[in-house]
């Protein structure tokens, strides 16, 4: 209040006392003489057929329903199978599974119930005896006599536990390689360790 | 027709896998062969492919892991055989995976190479919409809508999230009403 008083006495401007209300009387009497008030009632000037709206609505309906295609389910395929096709197909299955193929391969047993070290054994005498898978697969390579002269144990432990070889095609090669080469194993067979070290050193043996 | 649980039981026991095989070659020759059918279309090529898929789980019987249903394994075997002869065949006539003109043209010659199809139009019209998807909205819409399996059975067979699944199939239904509509 203080610092009001003493800004009110420093003013030296004085104006009438009812300056400001004829101010705001004179203004508001201008407003109201220029304002122009929207009537509520003014329609729009645009006008349609009197049938128009149900035509369309049933032109929109006959649309819709007419264009999208829903997909309903329980369509069945068309396929058939000829008579006796799946009797036949029995037969022919089990023809080259059960009826011909011996459970597990000779080399699957060696395998699968051997140390890394052992299965390297049985595909140094696979590849002694074939001589081309792994040097196939080893991009090192070049010459097969040379290069698995030079191939140790070890490389082929590493190179074994390095690789995702589909068990199934591999011991099919490799059996396939057995058999060529005349070592002939009987599949139910049990094979040891030691007459699986004893088969490699016939196969060198041999080759040399 | 032997319950997959029994079967599951038999495959513990490697000496009783081949009683396993042969309850799974009579359980399931059926299914699979219209999976096949469905994505090769001719029946000699469905022969072809389902002796090779039974050999490979004969094979494979020890790889199963009883953590999957066995049927969803089955089927995945299956799956990859088809497509794999697919591929292998449009490899050799650069053909686009997506593209199915030989199989289209099986279809519409009715008694020609792809025989043994009925003669219900809305069918063939179906398997023909299928055939102009890619490979792989066909491949889910042919198990969702043919085979009625659960997306989660889907995603074990085919190795694709849920998510993934259910976008193909929406877009795979979509095309094909529309390819319907336009027909």
Redesign the interface.
Same mark, same amino acid.
């Given at each position: 209040m203080k610092k009001d008083q003493k800004h009110t006495e420093k003013t030296p401007f004085k104006g009438d006392s009812d300056y400001f209300k004829q101010l705001e009387e004179s203004i508001l009497s201008k407003v109201e003489r220029g304002a122009t008030h929207l009537s509520l009632d003014v329609d729009h000037p645009f006008k349609a057929d009197s049938k128009y709206f149900a035509q369309f609505e049933k032109r929109i309906l006959d649309k819709t329903e007419r264009?999208?295609? *829903?997909?309903p389910?329980g369509?069945? *395929?068309?396929?058939?199978?000829?008579e006796g096709?799946?009797q036949q197909?029995?037969n022919?299955?089990?023809g080259?599974?059960?009826q011909n193929k011996p459970?597990q391969s000779v080399f699957t047993k060696i395998w699968r119930n051997s140390t890394t070290y052992v299965r390297a054994a049985a595909v140094v005498l696979a590849i002694g005896a074939a001589g081309y898978f792994f040097l196939n697969s080893n991009n090192t390579a070049t010459n097969s006599e040379i290069a698995f002269a030079d191939f140790e144990t070890e490389t082929l432990v590493s190179y074994l536990e390095n690789q995702e070889l589909d068990m199934?095609d591999f011991a099919s090669i490799v059996d396939d390689s057995f058999e060529a080469n005349g070592l002939n194993i009987d599949p139910l067979d049990e094979i040891s360790e030691d007459e699986l070290l004893q088969l490699i050193d016939l196969q060198y043996a041999n080759d040399i | 027709m032997a319950e997959e649980k029994d079967i599951i039981q038999l495959l513990e026991d490697?000496e009783k #896998?081949?009683e396993a095989?042969?309850l799974i070659? @009579?359980t399931y020759?059926?299914r699979l062969?219209?999976l096949i059918?469905?994505i090769v279309?001719d #029946?000699d090529d469905t022969?072809d492919v389902?002796?090779e898929a039974?050999?490979?789980i004969?094979?494979?019987l020890d790889k199963f892991r009883g953590d999957s249903n066995l049927y969803t394994w089955l089927y995945r075997i299956a799956t990859n055989e088809a497509l794999t002869f697919l591929r292998r065949r449009k490899s050799q006539n650069n053909i686009s995976m997506d593209e199915n003109p030989e199989l289209l043209r099986m279809l519409d010659s009715g008694g020609g190479k792809a025989? #043994?199809? @009925?003669?219900?139009d809305?069918?063939?019209a179906?398997?023909k919409a299928v055939l102009q998807l890619p490979e792989k909205q066909r491949l889910v819409f042919n198990l969702k809508?043919?085979e009625h399996l659960t997306y989660e059975e889907i995603a074990e067979i085919t190795d694709t999230s849920i998510g993934g699944l259910k976008a193909n199939y929406h877009a795979a239904?979509k095309k094909?009403?529309?390819i319907?509509?336009l027909d």
């Amino acid at each position: 209040m203080k610092k009001d008083q003493k800004h009110t006495e420093k003013t030296p401007f004085k104006g009438d006392s009812d300056y400001f209300k004829q101010l705001e009387e004179s203004i508001l009497s201008k407003v109201e003489r220029g304002a122009t008030h929207l009537s509520l009632d003014v329609d729009h000037p645009f006008k349609a057929d009197s049938k128009y709206f149900a035509q369309f609505e049933k032109r929109i309906l006959d649309k819709t329903e007419r264009s999208v295609f *829903h997909l309903p389910l329980g369509i069945e *395929h068309p396929f058939q199978a000829p008579e006796g096709y799946f009797q036949q197909l029995e037969n022919s299955v089990l023809g080259q599974t059960l009826q011909n193929k011996p459970s597990q391969s000779v080399f699957t047993k060696i395998w699968r119930n051997s140390t890394t070290y052992v299965r390297a054994a049985a595909v140094v005498l696979a590849i002694g005896a074939a001589g081309y898978f792994f040097l196939n697969s080893n991009n090192t390579a070049t010459n097969s006599e040379i290069a698995f002269a030079d191939f140790e144990t070890e490389t082929l432990v590493s190179y074994l536990e390095n690789q995702e070889l589909d068990m199934v095609d591999f011991a099919s090669i490799v059996d396939d390689s057995f058999e060529a080469n005349g070592l002939n194993i009987d599949p139910l067979d049990e094979i040891s360790e030691d007459e699986l070290l004893q088969l490699i050193d016939l196969q060198y043996a041999n080759d040399i | 027709m032997a319950e997959e649980k029994d079967i599951i039981q038999l495959l513990e026991d490697e000496e009783k #896998h081949p009683e396993a095989f042969r309850l799974i070659l @009579s359980t399931y020759k059926e299914r699979l062969y219209f999976l096949i059918r469905k994505i090769v279309i001719d #029946h000699d090529d469905t022969d072809d492919v389902l002796q090779e898929a039974f050999v490979k789980i004969w094979k494979n019987l020890d790889k199963f892991r009883g953590d999957s249903n066995l049927y969803t394994w089955l089927y995945r075997i299956a799956t990859n055989e088809a497509l794999t002869f697919l591929r292998r065949r449009k490899s050799q006539n650069n053909i686009s995976m997506d593209e199915n003109p030989e199989l289209l043209r099986m279809l519409d010659s009715g008694g020609g190479k792809a025989q #043994h199809i @009925s003669g219900d139009d809305i069918a063939i019209a179906l398997q023909k919409a299928v055939l102009q998807l890619p490979e792989k909205q066909r491949l889910v819409f042919n198990l969702k809508y043919f085979e009625h399996l659960t997306y989660e059975e889907i995603a074990e067979i085919t190795d694709t999230s849920i998510g993934g699944l259910k976008a193909n199939y929406h877009a795979a239904k979509k095309k094909i009403e529309e390819i319907i509509e336009l027909d």
